[in-house]
């Protein structure tokens, strides 16, 4: 993502008492200021090498479209976040399964609601989360599915888009939308370039 911030930027969360958002504009103030900061917002980080080096490409405008870096560090932290597990069961690839944490971002980002019938599919406390997030922007889940509690979805029904699911005990509900939050699994392709576990 172009602006800092990562999961913040999706998720309602508190940091000192404040708005996450309202630490996270602060942070990037008070680094934005600093005469021995460099901030490349649209680069990717695409290699860690040996001695400290890291290739990067920073997305430019202009007749110049790229800037490849070569960086050098005496020290670094690679944050590289998490990725979201979808869920395996028949459908999930129709049109309205979305992972949990997209649904999310659509609401807390940028205000818009990925259905009007939104059934959250999960297996850990994320997706409870989320439901919760839908919940406090107007968006009521129809459903909310937590394999923990012995029931999980079966299949997805439909075709060009999501029309219900069923679940385990035989139950369908209907839904345009179903957010899956199969847990988090953390990215550490760059890192494994190094040899980090």
């Given amino acids: ?68 870096w070569k960086i050098v560090a005496r020290r670094a932290i690679l944050a590289t976040g998490a990725v979201e597990r979808p869920l395996v069961f028949a459908g999930n690839d129709i049109p309205g399964v979305m992972t949990a944490s997209a649904v999310q971002a659509y609401a807390n980002r940028w205000g818009v609601a990925a259905g009007k019938r939104i059934a959250v599919f999960t297996t850990s406390d994320s997706g409870r989360s989320v439901a919760a997030d839908l919940a406090a922007a107007g968006i009521e ?11 999980h979805v079966v299949r997805a029904i439909g075709g060009k888009d999501l029309k219900a699911i069923e679940l385990s005990d035989g139950r369908r509900i209907a ?7 199969g847990g988090w699994n953390p990215a550490v392709g760059l890192g494994c370039n190094l040899g980090a576990r």
């Fill in 1 to 68: 993502d172009v602006r800092p911030g990562g999961r913040l930027l999706a998720e309602r969360h508190e940091i000192g008492g404040a708005a996450a958002l309202d630490w996270v504009e602060a942070v990037t103030a008070e680094l934005q200021a600093s005469a021995n900061v460099t901030m490349l917002s649209r680069t990717v980080l695409f290699g860690c090498y040996d001695g400290g080096t890291y290739g990067a490409v920073e997305h430019l405008d202009g007749p110049v479209r790229q800037r490849l």
């Fill in 141 to 151: 889940p129809v459903a909310l599915i937590d394999a923990r509690d012995d029931f």
């Fill in 175 to 181: 839904c345009d939308t179903l957010a899956m939050a």
